[in-house]
């Protein structure tokens, strides 16, 4: 819909409310537990009762400390509690624990679209606050109220409006999501409301020359990146139609506005006008001391600091030769990362030991809904999977075989012994799972190299099926999925025993010697 002379930029900014993994509340000692009975895990003071105190949660300000670190963010060495006042039926107090004008970090940055087209988006700030309740509206004729979730400790990470597009956001959510669950500091399940993103966009438009801003629009409560970057798209799309409607559709003489993503129709609603910092009427918290981060707390942050997955995975494509999509899958996920680093360390081709990470293990981990690491396989027996394949005991199609097998084993044993801990399948283990050596020659899965017997499966091959070897041998066009279809016979008849090496040399000498003989 772009006109002539008219470019249009948009300008999007996030903010994004992440769930930190804690046992306990921000503020109080109630239990943080998802799926609990309605209101069953509240207390006086997460409550908002007269005369309760409220007492900070050590182990959120740490984690949230710890994300700020991982954004590249400065640490603030003293930063202090306020009073964010408001009213809504989920804010049982009328107001909410946050912080204001000393947030615990700020001025970081954090790096979107890796693989060598990384840009940096700047983060402004990041701060906790406590969680409001949960509105409920599938009674019909009235809300329901479910405070459970008040007072859990959230931490809000706000980046600059450096952002250009739906795709680019969608991106950096993606990674920003990676990167809380690779640190441990959020479960993030969107589902359950443990991440959330809330996009503020408007539009740049040059006309003839001139620029034009339309309003800001803050888009609320966005749960899966899909509605992310659909809602962002079609917002782009409506504010630039409301300003070629209206050239008065702008900053300045139009209102900002808070609006709703309906995924039904595709479009979003408007909800209320955007409220600005001053609507608020921030104070300190008379009840909360400043929290003071000392060298020594500082220090033991930065210490434990893992490697981040953006350098990890550039990392693994350089140390391992990985291609960066089979880097991005190993570093989904920390443990999984660990235990592909562990399983090369045991003495594992590294190129092998990543492709049965993408082919083999991960297809059974989804299978069963669970991350690599959490099948059960320890680094020994991955090691000795990918040894033997790598050296032709067995081929890639047995090595899927096998890894099924081993999967199947663990959790059967586990079944068996719920205390077992079903960390590896190596013979003397706790599970006491034979090695998959052992387990392939138990299943017939050994490779067969001897030529003589090849030799016999390739004949028969080719004397059952004598179109294919004619095809191959007087029909160009057909010859290499005639070959083709010769070396799946063969496989068929040896039981997938053969080497497929092997075969192909054998048909290719068989064929030729047929070819000469015409």
Known sequence: MQEANTAIRPIIGLEIHVQLLTRTKLFCGCPVVVEARPNSCVCPVCLGHPGTLPVMNRRAFELAMFTGLALHCEIARHT?????????????????????????????????????????????????????????????????????????????????????????????????????????VSEGNMKKGQMRFEPNVNVAITSDGTEFRTPIVEIKNLNSFRHVRDAIAYEIERQVVAWREDHDYVLGKAPNENRGWNAERGATEFHRGKEAAHDYRYFPDPDLVPVEVTDDLLADMRRRLPELPTVRGGRFCAEYGLSPDDADVLIGDRDTADLFEETVRAGAPAEIVAKQFVNVWLSKANDRAKTIAQLGIGAEAMAELARITADGTINKSAANQLGQVMVERVAARAADDPGAKPTDLMGGSTLGAPSPLALAKELGLVQVRDTASTQAWVDQAFAENEQAVKDAIAHPRKAKAAAGFLR?????????????????ELIEKRLAELQQMR
């Not at 700047?122 to 479910?146: Q, S, W, Y």
């Not at 799946?488 to 192909?504: F, H, N, R, T, Y």
Request: aromatic share 10%; glycine share 12%.
């Open 488 to 504: 799946g016979q063969v496989m068929k008849l040896s039981g997938g025993k053969a080497d497929p090496k092997l075969v192909g």
């Open 80 to 184: 202090k509690w306020d009073r964010k006042s408001y009213y809504y039926p989920d804010m049982p107090k009328n107001y909410q624990i946050s912080q204001y004008d000393l947030p615990l970090a700020g001025q970081g940055w954090f790096e979107v679209g890796s693989n060598g087209g990384g840009r940096r988006i700047r983060i402004r700030r990041a701060h906790l606050e406590e969680d409001a309740g949960k509105n409920i509206h599938d009674t019909p004729g009235c809300t329901l109220v479910d405070l459970n979730r008040a007072g859990t400790p959230l931490l809000e990470i706000v980046t600059e409006p450096d952002l250009t597009s739906h795709d680019e956001t969608y991106a950096f959510c993606i990674e920003l999501h990676r990167l809380v669950t690779y640190l441990g």
